[in-house]
């Protein structure tokens, strides 16, 4: 088949009711077969789609692998050109596979693509996770066309054209198969969160590229398995964003100029969220103070299991500044000195 469109379902029942049928509607044959994966479901899940859906393919799982486990565990079983992971809370519109296949058909240099994301819920704003294409700032700080930390644009076509990103969104992000086997799939070691940056960042090192397709469109509910308010989101956000700089940061062995400067970066890094979670601790905020404390401890021991990609690419940039959607500076500073719009922002 040309693309398999797989939705990695946790105890997401509601959504699949809502969100299954439009994506079967608007997901030609000849482009793709839509495909459920369940990871461990409790909710009545796959008692729903053998009874509502028997002619959809549904892989089941033992128990939740998280986001990465259970896509790679996925990928195994299908036989695709294209992987299309999607979540259960997307609304996809007519013509969104379309666009993203032909795009890449068309660039064979585009390895990963997404479309442009708006929000369910306020369908005239870009949605928080991914909006219309992903970067990243010299510390690690994601970012995006449409959304810079908690400030969402409205949509008014600004961002339609194409574009080349750092990173896309895990939330409907397609690659080429052949991509994903090289790059055995999602770090499992993320567990959730952050994964698809990372699996971009070592994408673009083996030499693909990552675009934005905003002529294909979905909308996004986001926050369908973990809300944005849980203490555990914000731990696997941060644990995860030291792991991810930590893998694909510039890495010599030795007393080297370059190992100096990725430790200088991550130093400068924990520093930033030793600060917030000073911020957490004097609001009171008492779980998620220790949340961020846990995911400075936790990754200490996950870093030791790491694949350190720039050590197997072996790059010396201190920061991959010639990569499309890297920012050599601090988009936190910018945000608190007024520019919070991505058009504001300068990346070269």
Not at 324 to 330: E, F, I, K, L, V
């Amino acid at each position: 088949m040309k693309s398999a469109v797989v939705i990695l379902n946790w105890n997401g029942k509601g959504f699949l009711q809502k969100y299954l049928p439009v994506l079967l509607k608007y997901t030609p044959p000849e482009y793709g077969e839509v495909i459920v994966a369940d990871n461990g479901s409790t909710d009545g899940s796959v008692e729903f789609l053998k009874e509502e859906y028997p002619d959809t393919r549904l892989i089941v799982f033992d128990k939740n692998y998280g986001f990465t486990g259970g896509y790679n565990r996925a990928f195994k079983e299908i036989d695709a050109e294209y992987y299309i992971l999607i979540n259960s809370d997307i609304r996809v519109t007519d013509g969104w596979i379309e666009q993203l296949i032909d795009f890449m058909e068309r660039h064979p240099d585009a390895g990963i693509c997404m479309p442009k994301i708006l929000s369910e819920a306020e369908p005239g704003k870009f949605e928080y996770a991914g909006a219309c294409g992903g970067f990243i700032d010299r510390y690690g700080y994601p970012f995006c066309r449409g959304r810079i930390l908690s400030e969402i644009e409205e949509d008014e076509g600004q961002y339609d054209t194409p574009m080349e990103i750092f990173w896309a969104s895990g939330a409907c992000m397609a690659v080429r198969s052949s991509i994903y086997k090289q790059l055995y799939g999602l770090d499992e070691l993320f567990f959730a969160h952050m994964e698809e940056i990372d699996f971009c960042w070592r994408a673009k090192l083996m030499g693909y590229h990552v675009w934005s397709v905003p002529q294909s469109m979905v909308y996004h509910v986001g926050g369908g398995a973990l809300p944005n308010d849980s203490p555990f989101k914000l731990y696997l956000n941060y644990r995860n964003n030291l792991l991810m700089l930590y893998k694909n940061l510039p890495y010599r062995k030795g007393k080297g100029r370059h190992l100096l400067r990725r430790k200088s970066l991550l130093f400068a890094r924990m520093l930033l969220d030793g600060a917030s979670a000073a911020v957490y601790l004097l609001q009171g905020k008492t779980e998620s103070f220790k949340a961020v404390v846990k995911a400075h401890k936790d990754y200490r021991k996950l870093r030791k299991k790491s694949r350190v990609s720039s050590r197997i690419i072996g790059y010396t940039s201190s920061f991959p500044k010639y990569m499309a959607g890297a920012y050599n500076r601090s988009i936190i500073l910018k945000f608190f000195t007024g520019r919070r719009k991505f058009s504001q922002i300068r990346l070269k």
